[in-house]
DNA sequence: CGCTTGATTGAAGAAACTCAAGGAAGGTGG
DNA sequence: CCACCTTCCTTGAGTTTCTTCAATCAAGCG
């Protein structure tokens, strides 16, 4: 198992996959699309592969310097962090292709702990060094301003939701989000295998535990989703079943 | 009453006043700050002074092609969405100094209304102009970096509260929010005057009116704050009744 | 095999919501 | 200046939803 995870993505794949993105639906997101040749020689030159981190290791914490953001080549990240009383709180997932660590820009610190969930590689920017580069290839510049608007709509979009839907509605938003982001790993009966614990999913959706398997058993004996131990298969797609839930 | 508020800012106003902000505690948002004279004059340049907006009149609509980003000279702003089930969202409050209109970066349209609370004037940043001089002024490209990792922070922070907290919790956290970044004027006694109604603070705080009312009297008779219509005075601060609802 | 951790289920309770009615404030017209 | 109206805010009673607490079940691992 650890044979193909463990295997370092090659500069190739940095480029061509990761930084530039031309497989991934999330195009946008990545730095080094719309970006010639030249210029992701630049970009790729100011950033390190780092991995593998397993799952339950810290790519960063909060005690850490912010020095740098993060692409993700491979794997899924939990972004995480402590409230006052104690307590974890699952502030966001980030997957193939995702860029994180961008809450920290303008801070001396990182916020929260970036926790591997499953073997996962990434490319890291130095921050400084990514400013500097911006002013030099106005495009990448432009790239990034991108990224940090669909960063800052991903995380409104999610306020907005949070506040006003029933934990039923908040699963079936989430695993819908998940299943269109093609983020996840499907098998051939689009089960997704998902990368995280039903309890960080929860915390994430601001939901316990318990509310949370209530959600989801209630979503399949709707037919909605079938639901295995962490795959989880999304039914109905577009049909009158799924209409009830809007 | 529309004497002084109708007044247009002066251009020094704009430079001194809210692009550099040097009165203003939330220096770091402001986009002209820790930039020279020079510097200062090239923004200014590209910018223009708009208002006056009255109460409930949009800045911009969710029709509007992005162009611009906008930051508050005077006044106050409340961004606002509707939900597919109709239901009008309060995504958030904008303030003197603070700039909004930044998650339509990398979008053709904005996705919400921004509609200003009193009477308020804002200063335009064109996009496009101020991409193109954010590469030939490295200072603030680094500026608009740091406005935007704050404004992620901003969300995010929100975000996890909104969650986790409960009403009582969340109003109060919202009111020593206002009440700490100084931009909500107060009169004498620390009485603030709130520019949103209490419905719109309810549908921010993700409550039905009647929850926020419930709580606001219950804050009340704790001797947390004193609420009179539309104007709220924190007391107790850091004392230990204020630290049970930590 | 037993231990630990994560997921589920049930029953009771708390928190927020809904619906409905009443009250205060601000604006308009007489 | 006052009566009226509209809008916003508050209050009450009953219901829904989610949480809490406790117990059980399943899976992974030494």
Redesign the interface.
């Known amino acids: 198992m650890a044979g193909s995870d463990d295997k370092k993505p090659t500069t190739f794949r940095v480029i061509e996959n990761e930084l530039d993105c031309d497989h991934c639906e999330a195009r946008?997101r990545c730095p080094g699309s719309e970006l010639s040749q030249s210029q992701l020689k630049q970009l790729s030159d100011i950033t390190t592969t780092r991995g593998p981190f397993q799952s339950g290791q810290a790519i960063y914490r909060m005690e850490d310097h912010f020095r740098s953001l993060f692409v993700i080549q491979k794997g899924a990240v939990k972004i995480e962090?402590v409230?006052?009383?104690g307590?974890n709180?699952v502030?966001?997932f980030y997957f193939i292709g995702e860029m994180f660590g961008?809450?920290?820009?303008?801070?001396d610190y990182y916020?929260n702990d970036a926790i591997a969930l499953e073997t996962t590689w990434v490319c890291e920017l130095p921050y400084t060094k990514l400013?500097?580069l911006?002013?030099l290839l106005?495009e990448l510049?432009?790239k990034?301003?991108?990224?940090?608007?669909?960063?800052?709509?991903k995380?409104?979009e999610?306020?907005?939701h949070?506040?006003?839907l029933s934990a039923e509605k908040r699963v079936l938003q989430f695993l819908e989000t998940l299943s269109d982001s093609n983020v996840v790993k499907k098998n051939h009966q689009c089960q997704m295998q998902l990368p995280m614990s039903k309890g960080d999913m929860a915390c994430y959706l601001?939901l316990r535990p318990e509310s949370l398997s209530r959600a989801l058993g209630k979503l399949s004996s709707d037919g909605v989703i079938r639901n295995h131990a962490r795959k989880i298969e999304l039914l109905q797609h577009n049909t009158s079943f799924e209409l009830a839930y809007?």
């Open positions: 946008d962090s409230s006052e009383d307590a709180m502030d966001g961008v809450d920290a820009i303008g801070d916020r400013e500097t911006c002013t106005p510049q432009r990034i301003f991108m990224m940090l608007g669909h960063q800052i709509r995380i409104n999610n306020l907005v949070n506040r006003s601001g809007k």
